[in-house]
């Protein structure tokens, strides 16, 4: 069947039913709050969100009550870091898949997908092996910042290096893109293996977590070491909305239209490599997040960046954070990673999509 | 005025094109001709700014193309690719609004939703204003990019003498015999209306009988230029397409019309 048949079945003889930017911005943002509430209520100890307010009044009046003082324990310095970083990491990957779809013009692009959360996941897990011994004269200075910033970098080479290959002759082949990534993934892996050899029984613990990702060590310190990635995605994402838009038709087409096609480029690149390298800092591997959102939001609204980008970001946020309160509950005392149930959740949906509408890719 | 002087491009070592002067008034259509391979496209390319030529210059009311910023060229003039393959779910009105150098496409103000529909109505594809671009056919999508091309220029304020450039690669390349005409009824039309057209065409008779002029691209060179009648000629057609071939006139209106040889052979 040709991508129009496919388009034709999925899209009732063509029309367009969209719902508009607001409801589905609205709709999102209720879902996100709704997961908010969930995630700080929801978890094996039976804490509610109901203690709140005592605890809060502790904290203030500084009562030291041993119930009270568990119930803080948990509701702020646990539940609460690991519900910005769900929000967090659920934006930032929705957004770079958003960002990379938008860049390489095919919804297929993904950075879990085509090897830039990898390469991401090999400078972090670098950065804990290597970080005491030969790296750490350039990794000390940075603290906190030492795993996000190698992060950053490694998803900005993967990215580099995709772009290099798949964009050749002026016009990106997303078949090449794909292989590459893969290539470019493998490779990372094998070398994250190679790294195992050389760490100790803590840091391949360490790196197991890597692997499948996880919200499990949220805390104030790592909200705080991601705080200034989330600024710069928060910065530059508004900036790539017109570029993004025009380069949906070509990339020659995009320069037609008066968009600054190589600037566009470097932003995405920056944008996505500070996304994925934060978040996989701080949660490991986490795939589906980045192809499933945007897609959704596409499907509902249509494929306008301005509701694309903070619709994604939105609805990625709640998605994860609904993941994570299943990973928690489901086989409790214990905790799934997180990876296996965004792929559980992701998989089906993802090839659903693809069944009832096409990837919508070449014509 | 888009003007090449002496324009060439070389790419690693090889000439695609060179020794290009040529302008593309307004109020003109200029149809761009040639064999397969003798640089019609790159040519089209560099006078819209997409490549810079290797030695020459191609100017813009005097000033070197690559001056330009990408937005400020946009406002002088608009591309019509010829096939774009859209991986998105893009409607008709989306694609055309895209035109509009503006942020983006979903609520746009009043009077630009008004434009855009104008020149959907311009193209005739008004009523398909909701339907899905992807399952549009070749002609009605050609359609949809040249509505698009004349957004972006209605939509930038320009001076009484910064006429907007057209500039169509094979418009009717994918199109049947009825929206071959319908196609370049209109660029003629714009042309008429002060913007500056160029077309490259792969049909010589759609271009004896809708262009100005005639640029003759032979192996990266211009090898004739003039109105129909003086470039479509037995000799210098033959000569650039390396078949023989045999120019006629309609008998009612005496445009030239071409048949080649191989039609006598039969």
């Known amino acids: ?363 | 005025m888009l003007t090449a002087h002496a324009a060439a491009f070389q790419i690693n070592g090889k000439t695609l094109v060179s020794d290009i002067n040529m302008a593309i008034p307004p109020g003109k259509l200029v149809a761009l001709v040639g064999p397969n391979g003798a640089g019609k496209s790159t040519l089209l390319k560099l006078l819209s700014g997409e490549i810079k030529p290797t030695s020459g210059a191609i100017t813009l009311d005097g000033r070197a193309l690559s001056s330009f910023t990408a937005l400020d060229l946009s406002r002088r003039r608009a591309v019509v690719p010829q096939s774009t393959a859209l991986s998105f779910p893009f409607s008709v009105r989306e694609v055309v609004l895209l035109g509009a150098t503006v942020p983006g496409f979903a609520e746009p103000p009043e009077h630009i939703e008004r434009m855009a529909l104008d020149c959907l109505r311009t193209v005739g594809l008004l009523a398909l204003e909701h339907r899905l671009f992807t399952n549009l056919s070749g002609g009605e999508r050609q359609r949809v990019h040249i509505a698009r091309a004349l957004l972006q220029l209605a939509m930038a304020k320009r001076a009484e003498n910064e006429p907007g450039i057209l500039l169509l690669d094979e418009p009717t390349a994918s199109l049947d015999l009825a929206h071959q005409g319908v196609v370049l009824e209109e660029a003629l039309e714009q042309a008429r209306k002060g913007l500056a057209v160029m077309a490259i065409l792969h049909d010589l008779n759609l271009a004896a009988v809708f262009a100005d002029e005639l640029v003759l691209l032979s192996a990266g060179r211009i090898t004739a230029r003039g109105t129909p009648a003086e470039v479509l000629k037995d000799d210098v057609l033959s000569r650039a397409y390396g078949c023989e071939v045999r120019t006629n006139r309609t008998p009612s209106e005496g445009v030239p019309f071409i048949l080649p040889h191989y039609i006598r052979a039969r």
Not at chain 1, 164 to 181: F, K, S
Not at chain 1, 221 to 230: E, N, S, T, V
Not at chain 1, 247 to 259: C, D, P, S, T, V
């Open chain 1, 1 to 363: 069947m040709t991508s129009e048949a496919l388009h034709l079945s999925g899209s009732r003889a063509g029309k367009t039913h969209r719902m508009s930017p607001a409801q589905v911005i609205i709709g999102s943002a209720v879902l996100l709050a709704v997961a908010i509430v969930a995630s700080l209520s929801l978890g094996p100890t039976g804490i509610t969100l109901s203690s709140l307010p005592r605890v809060l009044s502790a904290a203030i009046s500084g009562t030291t009550d041993a119930t009270i003082a568990r119930e803080q324990l948990v509701l702020l310095d646990i539940r609460l870091p690991r519900t910005l970083l769900g929000i967090f990491v659920g934006a930032s990957l929705a957004i770079a898949g958003a960002i990379m779809q938008g860049l390489f013009r095919n919804p297929l692009a993904d950075p879990g997908l085509v090897g830039v959360s990898s390469g991401a996941a090999l400078f972090a897990v670098a950065t804990i092996v290597l970080g005491n011994g030969i790296a750490a004269p350039i990794l000390a200075p940075l603290g906190i910042y030492a795993l996000p910033v190698a992060a950053f970098f490694g998803g900005m080479v993967t990215t580099l290096i995709l772009v290099t290959i798949a964009g050749r002759h002026g016009q990106l082949m997303i078949g090449t893109l794909l292989l590459a990534g893969i290539a470019l993934g493998a490779l990372s892996g094998a070398l994250t293996g190679l790294l195992a050899y050389a760490s100790d029984d803590r840091q391949l613990r360490d790196l197991t977590f890597w692997s499948m990702g996880s919200l499990g060590g949220a805390n104030w310190p790592k909200i705080l070491a991601i705080l200034p990635f989330g600024i710069l995605i928060a910065l530059l994402t508004p900036l790539l909305i017109r570029g993004l838009n025009g380069f949906l038709l070509g990339e020659a087409e995009a320069f037609h239209l008066g968009i600054n096609v190589e600037r566009t480029k470097r932003i995405a690149i920056v944008a996505t490599a500070a996304s994925v390298g934060a978040a996989v800092a701080m949660a490991g591997v986490i795939g589906f997040i980045g192809i499933v959102v945007p897609h959704i939001i596409r499907l509902l609204a249509g494929p306008d960046h301005r509701v694309v980008l903070p619709g994604s970001a939105l609805f990625g946020a709640a998605l994860l954070l609904f993941a994570d309160i299943i990973a928690r509950l489901i086989v409790r005392p214990a905790e799934l990673p997180i990876g296996i149930v965004m792929a559980a959740i992701g998989t089906p949906v993802f090839l659903h999509l693809v069944m009832k509408r096409g990837i919508g890719g070449s014509e």
